[in-house]
């Protein structure tokens, strides 16, 4: 279980279904994101005593998440409006490569006239869907996990996002065993990132300095935070 300010139950069981996920990503076959080799554990700095990793795009590629909801909720549309499930899927799909997420529901709606109500529920389904398939992290940022544990260092996530969907996201994630020795911590419980308030939080409830802290990030946020609260930082493409 994931240790400290947060505990979660057991990985969901979940039902394995026939489904395409996106380029990189292999199914049923516990085979993981195929990755060039970059940085490793035993190229940091040794004296650092704790890590700090975003959720998405870090440890995993967020779109494995969002494409499975989508495959959801197009589901329910062909249930409830007799939508085509697959022709709603590759909108939601192709939308969310050419324009982003926010733009998604918008779409379906200009192709398919669905109502404005089903807004809320695809909204819902992404803070609380039972996904199809685990979740499964970047093979290189699964070995630097490991590595962190072994050499008994700490292991952080702190996550923006809304905490509902980030704690189910983390939730239906395949850890191999590590979330025992992992601590979420949810920014917009705080201030979300940049704001330096959650790191000042983690700091404090760990007893721990500036200079022990090394923060894995993807994003110009984490990046600000980082500088703000006066820790180190290293892009995660360092690492794949």
């Known amino acids: 279980m994931i240790q400290s300010k947060y505990r979660f139950n057991a990985p969901v069981s979940l039902t394995k279904i026939a489904f395409n996920l996106p380029e990189k990503r292999i199914n049923c076959d516990g085979n993981y994101h195929e990755l060039s080799i970059g940085m490793n554990y035993f190229d940091i700095d040794k004296r650092k005593k704790a890590f700090i990793f975003e959720l998405d795009d870090v440890l995993y590629p967020e779109k494995d998440y969002l494409f499975q909801v989508y495959y959801l909720f197009s589901a329910l549309l062909e ?33 398919f006239d669905v109502n404005d109500c089903y807004r809320t529920n695809l909204n819902h389904l992404f803070a609380t869907a039972k996904l199809p398939l685990k979740l499964l992290l970047y093979k290189n940022m699964l070995n630097l996990l490991q590595e962190i544990v072994i050499d008994r260092k700490k292991v952080f996530i702190v996550t923006n996002g809304n905490p509902q969907q980030q704690l189910n996201k983390i939730k239906q994630t395949e850890w191999h065993g590590l979330e025992q020795y992992l601590t979420a911590y949810f920014a917009e419980e705080t201030m979300a990132k940049p704001e330096p308030d959650v790191i000042h939080l983690l700091l404090k409830d760990h007893d721990l300095l500036r200079r022990d802290i090394l923060m894995i990030e993807d994003s110009e946020n984490d990046r600000l935070c980082a500088d703000v609260c006066g820790i180190d930082y290293i892009n995660v493409q360092e690492f794949l």
């Open 79 to 111: 249930y409830t409006e007799l939508i085509d499930a697959k022709a709603a899927t590759e909108l939601m799909i192709n939308t969310y490569n050419t324009e982003g997420n926010d733009m998604v529901f918008d779409r379906l709606k200009e192709k």
